[in-house]
Structures are given as structure tokens and as C-alpha cells.
């Protein structure tokens, strides 16, 4: 049983930051892959970062890459994502993502998710 709930979402002007975290019960979170996905209405649930089950490799998505910072705490069993230099077209609701295998950038290869936090950046 894993059960994952976002937090961190807001509205915020373009140039901001903001600071997503997930929290992940029900099993060790070492056990697992963890990634970041959003999507905007009307849009594909896209990646946005991944980060390995200790936490030494990540991976993010060409739009983000060097404003948005992966990270986990695996003793705390928590999951966040430090978004910089935010923009509009960051607009979505996030998603946590949870997998025990080997899942990369698919939203299909994760197994459990959490509800969304919604970020709204305005320009």
C-alpha cells in the first residue's frame, strides 16, 4: 500500500519560486523511483524530473532543466521539487509519482500517484 499526497502548490508571478513536496506513506520510500509529472487542461501528462531510489541520479525534462531541482529524503519519506525562475507555460497541476521498477519519463510506468497540487504562474 503506498499513498502519496502533494503539497506546495500556489500562484505566484513570473520570476518566482515555489517549492512542491511529497509526502509517501505506506512503504519505505527507498523502495522506490520517484517523479514529478503535470499537466495543464486539455494537455498530456508530461515529465518533469525523476530522481533514483537513493537519490544520487535524476533526470528532468528540457523545459526545466536547470530551474527545477529534484530531491528526496528518504528518511522523512518525503519527495520535493524547487521550482525556479518560474513561467506561465509552468501553469499545471503536479503530480508525485511513485514506481518499485525501473520507470523513466512514461506517466504509464508509474504505479501509484498522488492527487496534484495546482501552480498557476502569471506573467
Known amino acids: 500500500q503506498v499513498r502519496l499526497v502533494e503539497s506546495g502548490g500556489g500562484l505566484v508571478q513570473t520570476g518566482d519560486s515555489l517549492r512542491l513536496s511529497c509526502g509517501v506513506s505506506g512503504r519505505t520510500l527507498s523502495t522506490y523511483i520517484m517523479g514529478w509529472f503535470r499537466q495543464a487542461p486539455g494537455t498530456a501528462r508530461e515529465f518533469v524530473a525523476r530522481?533514483?531510489?537513493?537519490?544520487?541520479?535524476?533526470l528532468y525534462a528540457d523545459s526545466v532543466k536547470g530551474r527545477f531541482t529534484i530531491s528526496r529524503d528518504n528518511a522523512k519519506n518525503t519527495v520535493s521539487l524547487q521550482m525556479n525562475s518560474l513561467k506561465p507555460e509552468d501553469t499545471a497541476v503536479y503530480y508525485c509519482?511513485?514506481?518499485?521498477?525501473?520507470?523513466?519519463?512514461?506517466?504509464?510506468?508509474?504505479?501509484?500517484w498522488g492527487q496534484g497540487t495546482q501552480v498557476t504562474v502569471s506573467s
Open positions: 509519482a511513485a514506481d518499485s521498477g525501473a520507470a523513466m519519463t512514461t506517466p504509464g510506468d508509474y504505479a501509484y
Open positions: 530522481i533514483s531510489r537513493s537519490g544520487g541520479t535524476t
